[in-house]
């Protein structure tokens, strides 16, 4: 739904936001995630106005 990508752009912006050990931590947690945590934010950028 909308409401959900919208909110996935939201955490996406936050994550980008932390330091690169934050990144690093949350990737580490969240290996099996790793794949629709990319895809999420492929989707932030590819939609992202130029």
């Known amino acids: 739904t909308i409401a959900s990508l919208e909110l ?3 955490y996406s912006a936050l ?3 932390d330091t690169e050990c ?3 931590a949350l990737i ?3 290996k099996k995630n ?3 945590l990319m895809m999420t934010w492929a989707f ?3 939609t992202k106005p130029f």
């Open 8 to 10: 996935a752009c939201i």
């Open 15 to 17: 994550i980008l936001q």
């Open 22 to 24: 934050k990144i690093n």
């Open 28 to 30: 580490k947690q969240g």
């Open 34 to 36: 790793l794949k629709s």
């Open 44 to 46: 932030v950028f590819l």
